[in-house]
């Protein structure tokens, strides 16, 4: 099996390339390392990779944080399958790296153990011609994010605190978002929310504990909806919401609306945007459908 790594400099807010680089080589001389050049680099390499070496197994490690993982994820996801075996690891060395959270207390960073570790098959989300391995997130989610991709480089601001610049940043336009939401063909919510997020994974944002019911490989969606509320009822939600109890108290229960399902489509009855794994992606209507183990994700030894 070949073993390609396919690393973002842009990661974690300073280049670390080099020294990484270093690392894998140590470990295993003969794997091959591409970095990454712009934005959706790493898609189109993973494509054209498998593209010029038509029938060999190999493992690509996206080293990144969500965003890098979600491209390269997209790229094996676009490529014709021709039967041989593809796999997906991640070494985290972004700013949020919220899909490796899912494995609680097994190390990601630990790249001889990456690479003695074993693949197994997760659910990826389809977003029309996306992708997106983690969480999809509409209303002031979506809007954090968006605040987020602006000042995850700024110090003070950015860096481990960019999720919470974007949530105060967000207070005052995005706490009000009207849309349409069907699961499964099924009208299941008409009106205004707070947020909206539709998880394969259990985590977003740096931590936040948003879909804790989450199973990333029983072929079903989670979505939760939050109503809107005033500025200082969601100042004592939000420590519900990263801890993963919103759907737990009694006394949140009027406040949360969950769901299951495989197909999920949200129409904003305008034009807007949704975070597909902290990309922002803009649009009218947004359909996202998941594919029941779809990759093989490895985890570490």
């Known amino acids: 099996m070949k073993h390609v790594f396919v690393v973002n400099p842009c990661a974690g807010g300073h280049d670390g390339s080099g020294e990484l680089a270093i690392k894998i080589h140590d470990i295993l001389r003969e794997a091959e390392v591409y970095t990454t050049v712009a934005p959706r680099d790493a898609t189109r390499f993973v494509r054209r990779w498998l593209d010029d070496h038509a029938g060999e197994a190999v493992r690509f490690y996206a080293c990144g944080g969500d965003g890098t993982l979600n ?15 593809v796999e997906v690891a ?25 690479v003695d570790g074993e ?10 011609d ?24 700024v110090p003070l601001v950015g860096g481990s605190m960019a999720y919470t610049t974007g949530i105060v940043a967000s207070l005052a336009t995005g706490r009000r978002n009207r849309c349409r939401v069907t699961v499964d ?17 259990q985590y977003a944002g740096g931590g936040y504990h948003c879909a804790p019911r989450a199973v990333n490989d029983d072929g079903l969606l989670e979505v939760m909806a939050v109503t809107p509320m005033s500025v200082a009822r969601f100042a004592k939600l939000i420590k519900y919401y990263k801890n993963g109890e919103l759907l737990d108290r009694e006394e949140l229960r009027a406040l949360v609306s969950y769901r299951r399902g495989s197909r999920v489509v949200i129409d904003p009855l305008r034009d807007s945007y949704v975070a597909t794994d902290g990309e922002i992606v803009p649009g009218r209507r947004f359909e996202a459908e998941c594919l029941h183990r779809a990759i093989n994700f490895v985890i570490p030894k």
């Not at 919220?98 to 190390?107: A, C, E, I, K, L």
């Not at 996306?130 to 480089?153: K, S």
């Open 71 to 85: 491209e390269v994820v997209s790229g094996v996801m676009a490529a014709k399958s021709d039967g041989r075996s």
């Open 90 to 114: 991640c070494y985290p060395c972004g700013s949020g790296d919220d899909f490796v959270r899912y494995w609680q207390g097994v190390d990601f960073t630990d790249i001889a153990a990456l």
């Open 119 to 128: 693949a197994v098959p997760v659910d990826v989300m389809r977003l029309g």
């Open 130 to 153: 996306r992708y997106c391995v983690n969480t999809l997130n509409y209303g002031f989610e979506a809007a954090v994010c968006y605040t987020m991709a602006t000042v995850r480089r």
């Open 185 to 201: 063909g099924e009208l299941w919510l008409d009106g205004e929310v707070l947020l909206l997020s539709v998880a394969n994974g």
